[in-house]
């Protein structure tokens, strides 16, 4: 159907915000979803025109949420207050998405440990054009007591401060870690670098009553893992 431009005169069933109301967030589009979230659109262009025309430009949220204000305000009709009303709804959306799941979960298992760090670091660094290692500081019930980022750049042993990350377990009273690390290129399988800085980082921990539970290597997808646990290496 060819609307008109102006979303007022359309059927109030096919108007995004009443479809909403009569049919639940989940049944909408993309499209439909980001409309109600612009809201007004300007003469000639209506605001699900410019929504199309962003998922046009972007394909997806994430590459969107990717993208510069800049970039943004580059769509007919999205200027600095649209770009900023889209980001902040992202960013809303990742930070529901670790809020959910937020809870004392006991990493036992190599499963239950690619869970945690999907649900609550992945969405980060899935995103990055950096390499970045976190170290995730666990209980003596397997439970996380706090993450922290340690190193920004490439993960191998000159570059890793091991002090600091022993000096962090001292301060939070932690019996085991995990590491956590991206590779930009998206490929998940362990370089030299990693597979020697996990043997150092190993070593240390065990001189001070701590054990290394995995190291986990975050590629571009959600499903792209490696685990030194799973894979025998720890």
């Known amino acids: 159907m060819n609307h008109p431009v102006s979303i007022k005169n359309w059927e109030k069933s096919e108007r995004p915000r009443e479809m909403l109301l009569a049919n639940g967030a989940e049944n909408m589009t993309n499209a439909q979803l980001l409309t109600i979230?612009?809201?007004?659109?300007?003469?000639?262009?209506?605001?699900?025109?410019?929504?199309?025309?962003?998922?046009?430009?972007?394909?997806?949220?994430?590459?969107?949420?990717?993208?510069?204000?800049?970039?943004?305000?580059k769509t007919d009709g999205i200027?600095?207050?649209?770009?900023?009303?889209?980001?902040?709804?992202?960013?809303?959306?990742?930070?529901?998405?670790?809020?959910?799941?937020?809870?004392?979960?006991?990493?036992?298992?190599?499963?239950?440990?690619?869970?945690?760090?999907?649900?609550?670091?992945?969405?980060?660094?899935?995103?990055?054009?950096?390499?970045?290692?976190?170290?995730?500081?666990?209980?003596?019930?397997?439970?996380?007591?706090?993450?922290?980022?340690?190193t920004l750049g490439s993960i191998d042993t000159n570059i890793v401060d091991i002090s600091d990350i022993i000096r962090r377990i001292a301060q939070f009273g932690a019996t085991s870690i995990i590491l956590v690390h991206n590779h930009p290129s998206g490929e998940t399988s362990p370089s030299q670098e990693d597979e020697e800085t996990t043997r150092r980082v190993a070593k240390a921990c065990s001189l001070v009553g701590v054990k290394l539970i995995d190291h986990v290597i975050v590629g571009a997808n959600p499903e792209d893992y490696f685990s030194f646990q799973k894979k025998g290496l720890l």
Request: glycine share 6%; hydrophobic share 40%.
């Open 79 to 150: 200027g600095l207050a649209k770009s900023a009303q889209i980001k902040a709804a992202l960013e809303i959306g990742k930070r529901l998405g670790k809020e959910r799941i937020d809870r004392k979960v006991r990493l036992n298992q190599p499963e239950l440990v690619l869970t945690y760090v999907a649900e609550q670091i992945g969405l980060e660094l899935q995103d990055s054009k950096k390499e970045y290692l976190y170290v995730v500081l666990l209980d003596n019930k397997m439970k996380p007591i706090k993450t922290f980022f340690s």
């Open 37 to 73: 979230l612009l809201g007004m659109g300007r003469p000639g262009v209506s605001a699900l025109t410019m929504a199309q025309n962003l998922l046009k430009q972007y394909h997806t949220f994430r590459e969107m949420a990717e993208a510069p204000i800049q970039e943004l305000c």
